[in-house]
């Protein structure tokens, strides 16, 4: 258990439609970074929070935004799905700044019909 | 782009035996990280390298940071059926250190 934790586990839901996706870091993370990860594609970066503060981006649609809390935990929402937005979804915290020694949750896969 | 390469893509071993696999780079890596990742879960850090010529061993996972800072190198010894899984090497970004750049992942596949 890396002490990551998101929810929902699973996710079905129609074209069109807008989700979101949450997770909290482990305790005394400052950093959350959220991943796609698609069958053919790999791990993907999308973007980064430290401390409540957008850092980085990676090549994340202008559907998806994300934020980060006072408390910490991040939501990722992606709007106007489509079928290719399927996929496994993964929030990463460290404690720092820098992307070293990230630590990965369970993942959200997110099927959209 | 992933500017990082994983070999091979996959194997088959056999249980027991000693598996090696490699992770090179056109730029330069302050850090490289190996990662597991098994079915439908999320990757798991194994190693953490921080200086070039570094080894280190977690159980029977050893790595090595190569000197020339662009390849790294993941040995597992004495292979047993929960070894299957994809091996991810990773590390920060050369442009952009806030993210860590990911190889294609090395898949193991175990005959018992």
């Known amino acids: 258990d890396s002490g990551v934790t998101q929810t929902p586990k699973h996710l079905i839901t129609a074209t069109g439609q807008r989700v979101t996706l949450r997770c909290s870091p482990r305790s005394g993370d400052l950093s959350v970074y959220w991943y796609q990860q698609s069958l053919d594609q790999g791990l993907q970066f999308l973007i980064q929070?430290?401390?409540?503060?957008?850092?980085a981006k990676g090549n994340i649609l202008e559907r998806f935004s994300a934020q980060q809390f006072p408390d910490l935990h991040s939501e990722l929402n992606l709007s106007s799905l489509e079928l290719g937005d399927s996929a496994l979804y993964f929030c990463?915290?460290?404690?720092?700044?820098?992307?070293?020694?990230?630590?990965f949750g369970p993942g959200t896969r997110l099927t959209v019909l | 782009g992933q500017q990082l390469n994983q070999s091979p893509q996959s194997m088959f071993i056999q249980e027991g035996e000693d598996v090696s696999m490699n992770c090179t780079s056109s730029s330069i890596f302050n850090t490289w990280l190996w990662y597991k990742q098994d079915p439908g879960e999320g990757p798991v850090l194994l190693i953490a390298?921080?200086?070039?010529?570094e080894l280190t061993s977690n159980g029977r996972l050893t790595a090595q940071f190569g000197i020339t800072r662009k390849d790294s190198f993941l040995n597992i010894s004495a292979s047993i059926p929960s070894d299957v899984g994809i091996y991810f090497c990773?590390?920060?970004?050369?442009?952009?250190?806030?993210?860590?750049?990911f190889g294609a992942g090395t898949t193991v596949t175990v005959r018992a």
């Open positions: 990773a590390g920060p970004d050369p442009v952009n250190d806030y993210k860590l750049s």
């Open positions: 390298l921080y200086k070039a010529g």
């Open positions: 929070y430290y401390n409540g503060e957008e850092r």
């Open positions: 990463a915290s460290s404690i720092r700044l820098a992307g070293n020694e990230q630590f």
